[in-house]
């Protein structure tokens, strides 16, 4: 699989410019992904496609950030290293099927409702402001979400979005309070089911230790890397 081009399309910026087969992505600031440089094969001026991507960013008043996975020139993280370039975010890429059924009653739905929006980004929202722009992204393809609820309140949801013949998973979040109950794995395997695909894949931070043994034991094996390149 070609887990770059995947995550591209899963997690679609709303502004996307092509420089020499690199493609530089804006979304408001929100998420490194939506963000940053997706390199894809070798420019003919390398240093130039570095210096347009990071002209591009400085015009957007944001820092220049390069997604460095499988599809990446091979020169260009030590590229990056010799610039100041800090490497963040090493996340292995894990995928595999997904065959039981979900323990807890999930709610399954098209759109993201309010409340799982608000319990997504009570988890994942590192950019305090930026819930509109991270909605955006969501809704910009085709995509499933999933939540257990308690009293009327997503505490654990996860989106799916159909791929083919596969399904990536995002914004897997537990409400701290809900945690250890078996939820997200009930949330995994509801995505899973509803969408009928026969594996799935899903990034998850390489020091995660507990979020790599659930979804180890849920059948995903890792598949690759990525880590991002900040200046």
């Known amino acids: 699989m070609d887990f770059d081009l995947l995550m591209h399309a899963a997690w679609p910026a709303f502004e996307q410019r092509s420089h020499d087969g690199w493609i530089l992505r804006h979304a408001g600031g929100v998420t490194k992904r939506a963000n940053s440089v997706l390199p894809l094969g070798s420019p003919a001026d390398l240093g ?10 400085a015009g957007k008043e944001l820092r220049s950030v390069f997604s460095i996975g499988p599809g990446a020139p091979p020169d260009l993280d030590g590229e990056l290293a010799g610039r100041g370039y800090e490497l963040v975010d090493p996340t292995v890429i894990m995928a595999g099927p997904i065959t039981s059924a979900p323990a807890h009653e999930v709610r399954v739905e098209g759109r993201p409702w309010r409340a799982w929006l608000e319990t997504w980004w009570a988890v994942d929202g590192r950019y305090g402001t930026g819930l509109e722009e991270a909605e ?9 979400y999933a939540a257990v609820e308690e009293d009327g309140v997503p505490v654990a949801v996860g989106r799916g979005v159909p791929q083919g013949d596969t ?29 009928g695909t026969a594996s ?6 390489a020091g995660n230790k507990g979020a790599r043994a659930l979804y180890g034991s849920e059948g995903l094996a890792v598949k690759g890397d990525y880590h991002y390149r900040v200046r």
Do not use: D
């Open 200 to 205: 799935a894949y899903l990034g998850v931070t």
């Open 48 to 57: 130039g496609a570095i210096e347009a991507a990071e002209a591009f960013y």
């Open 136 to 144: 955006r992204i969501c809704t910009g393809v085709p995509a499933w």
């Open 167 to 195: 399904l990536g998973v995002y914004c897997m979040a537990t409400l701290p309070e809900a945690r250890r109950r078996g939820l997200a794995r009930s949330v995994l395997r509801a995505l899973a089911r509803q969408a």
